[in-house]
Nanobody, 130 residues
C-alpha cells in the first residue's frame, strides 16, 4: 500500500501563495518510487465533492489542470527528493479546501478523474482568508 503525505498547507491572504508537497513513505521495500508514478492533486471544500486540481504524468512530465486553477497553479517534480509540488499563486477564498495528492491504480499518464486513483494522502488544509 502506497502511503502519501502532503504538507505545506496553512492560512494565507487572498492573492498570496503557498507550495504544497507530496512525498511517499513507508513502502521503500516494495521498490515504489513517486518519480515513476503519475500524481494527481485534488481538493475538497466543506459540503462539496472532491474535485481535481491537476496532475503530472510520470513518463513525460506533462501536466493538466482544472480550468478553475489554470494559470495560477503549477505542478512539478523534484526527482532527487522524490517529491511532487503544487505551487499555488494568486490564491482566492474559493481555493479554501483540504488538498490531497494521490497516485493512480495503474498507468503512466495523469488523469483528472478521482476514480482513477487508488492511493491517497491524509490531506493538508489550505485556508484563504483576510
Amino acid at each position: 500500500q502506497v502511503q502519501l503525505v502532503e504538507s505545506g498547507g496553512g492560512l494565507v491572504q487572498p492573492g498570496g501563495s503557498l507550495r504544497l508537497s507530496c512525498v511517499a513513505s513507508g513502502f521503500t521495500f516494495s521498490g515504489f518510487s513517486l518519480n515513476s508514478s503519475p500524481v494527481g492533486w485534488f481538493r475538497q471544500a466543506p459540503g462539496k465533492e472532491r474535485e481535481a486540481v491537476g496532475c503530472i504524468s510520470s513518463n513525460d512530465g506533462n501536466t493538466h489542470y482544472a480550468g478553475s486553477v489554470k494559470g495560477r497553479f503549477t505542478i512539478s517534480r523534484d526527482n532527487a527528493k522524490n517529491t511532487v509540488y503544487l505551487q499555488m499563486n494568486s490564491l482566492k477564498p474559493e481555493d479554501t479546501a483540504i488538498y490531497y495528492c494521490a497516485t493512480p491504480y495503474s498507468g503512466s499518464l495523469c488523469s483528472l478523474s478521482k476514480y482513477e486513483y487508488g492511493s491517497w494522502g491524509q490531506g493538508t488544509q489550505v485556508t484563504v482568508s483576510s
